[in-house]
């Protein structure tokens, strides 16, 4: 089978490959998943990087890249009820390639008509959710979000409007032809023309009422200028670290509104779906699945196109998802 490989620690841009591996063996309580759409994503650069703490760290050589996908079941292992032909979203391991073996229980069975593009997207759409409510954002109040075009903070956005709270995007440029109001927003803050004076700027859009809660994705400077707009009691949540430069904040920044900040690492990083988890994973595949929620896609790559697809999500990932499939299409 084909995969996307590395043998060395760096950057993706430099490490990564093409290759022709065996088609991994199923074992007892495993699946063999045929690929139908595996995203890219900021967390799979990190990983290739050898960012992530152990166990998440990078087996050389001949590592296999990728963490999140969707895809069809074509073999089972014993004690595994699950029928082949079942469509599934997972987050695991070495998933940029034509097949993945998955043990069951990190398996999300889906209905077999759910939109490809939206199944190889559910692990963001989780976070989305997860970040949302640890904002604890309520109706009518502010949640900002940074790094606006990002998918994750247009998944938040979506579901934020559902429950009636009202969201400032904040973008470095608006891009030509995303509406980000038509993706959640109720107001947008463009930095390349508002950034001189963010602070006024925030309170005329709140009236004065400041920020409930920030998810960011961006830290620095950006993040120093946001916390002076949070609100008596505000959250923090940070979710990236897209901005080269550290953050320097005071005690009494913190302790003169009570304001807590804590970080968000995706709900399934060390341990698979609990089964106390199935009715949250039901109402996320039940919004995502509504013709009123947009994922942006960025482009469908076959493996063999790895190098513009790894460098479009590199250098311009805020133009929408992209996502590794077959090499017929991504037609279920």
């Not at 008509?113 to 190889?120: F, H, L, M, N, V």
């Not at 947008?188 to 023309?193: A, F």
């Not at 670290?241 to 968000?264: A, C, K, N, V």
């Amino acid at each position: 089978m084909k995969a996307i490989s590395f043998d060395r620690i760096g950057s993706p841009l430099e490490v990564l490959q093409l290759c022709d591996m065996p088609t991994p063996e199923v074992g007892p309580g495993q699946v063999l998943v045929a690929l139908r759409a595996a995203s890219i994503n900021p967390g799979d650069f990190l990983f290739i990087q050898s960012l992530y703490p152990e166990p998440k760290k990078p087996a050389l050589p001949r590592e296999i890249a990728g963490q999140h996908g969707a895809g069809v079941i074509v073999e089972a292992g014993s004690g595994v009820s699950l029928p082949t032909g079942t469509l599934v979203a997972f987050s695991y391991e070495k998933v940029w390639a034509e097949y993945v073996v998955v043990p069951v229980e990190w398996l999300i069975p889906l209905p077999p008509d759910y939109p490809i593009e939206k199944a190889g997207q559910l692990m963001n759409a989780i976070s989305a959710w997860d970040l949302l409510e640890q904002s604890k954002a309520t109706p009518d109040t502010w949640l900002a979000l940074t790094g606006g075009h990002s998918t994750l903070a247009t998944m938040v956005a979506q579901m934020a409007k559902l429950r009636g709270v009202n969201v400032l995007s904040i973008v470095r440029r608006v891009q030509p032809g995303v509406d980000l109001k038509a993706l959640g927003a109720s107001a947008v803050i463009d930095l390349s023309k508002d950034g001189t004076d963010l602070t006024a700027r925030i309170s005329e859009i709140t009236e004065g009422k400041g920020l409930s809660a920030l998810v960011d994705s961006i830290g620095g400077t950006l993040l120093e200028q946001l916390v002076s707009s949070l609100a008596f009691r505000a959250r923090m949540i940070l979710y990236g670290g897209f901005s080269p430069e550290r953050f320097s904040l005071h005690t009494f920044d913190l302790l003169t509104r009570d304001l807590q900040i804590r970080s968000y690492v995706y709900r399934y990083f060390f341990e698979p779906p609990k089964k106390e988890d199935s009715e949250t994973l039901n109402a996320i595949v039940k919004t995502m699945a509504s013709n009123e929620f947009h994922v942006r896609v960025g482009g469908m790559h076959t493996l063999d196109d790895f190098e513009v697809a790894i460098r479009e999500s590199w250098e311009r990932g805020e133009r929408g998802k992209r996502f590794f499939v077959p090499s017929g299409g991504y037609a279920r």
